[in-house]
């Protein structure tokens, strides 16, 4: 499976960011996978932000404080992050990344793209 993330590469802060994460090679309702989006902050970790499943169920951090949206195109095989009101310290690479509900790794990941909010 591959996954290729696109976006607009540049923010104003409290706009809204949309991205994209097209999937090939495999579907994304096939079961038991889970489609997540995931960032990395310069000098920090990785950041979890949420996933939709095979089954079209979402699950989100905690921490986005209900400013986000996952969701999907089953025709497209494609499946989209919306956050709204978005913050400088939120520039980051932007990442999706596919995992099988039993196994504890992601099994692919996408090159990542790189979201600089600034005005």
């Known amino acids: 499976v591959q996954l290729r993330e696109s976006g607009p590469g540049l923010v104003k802060p409290s706009q809204t960011l949309s991205l994209t994460c097209t999937v090939s090679?495999?579907?994304?309702?096939?079961?038991?996978?889970?489609w997540t989006w995931i960032r990395q902050t310069p000098g920090k970790g990785l950041e979890w932000l949420g996933y939709?499943?095979?089954?079209?169920?979402?699950y989100y951090s905690p921490s986005l404080k209900g400013r986000s949206d996952i969701s999907r195109d089953n025709a497209k095989n494609t499946v989209y992050l919306q956050m709204n009101s978005l913050k400088p310290e939120e520039t980051a690479v932007y990442y999706c990344?596919?995992?099988?509900?039993?196994?504890?790794?992601?099994?692919?990941w996408g090159q990542g793209t790189q979201v600089t909010v600034s005005s």
């Open positions: 990344a596919s995992k099988l509900a039993i196994v504890a790794e992601f099994s692919s």
């Open positions: 090679g495999g579907s994304i309702i096939t079961n038991y996978y889970y």
């Open positions: 939709i499943s095979y089954s079209g169920s979402t």
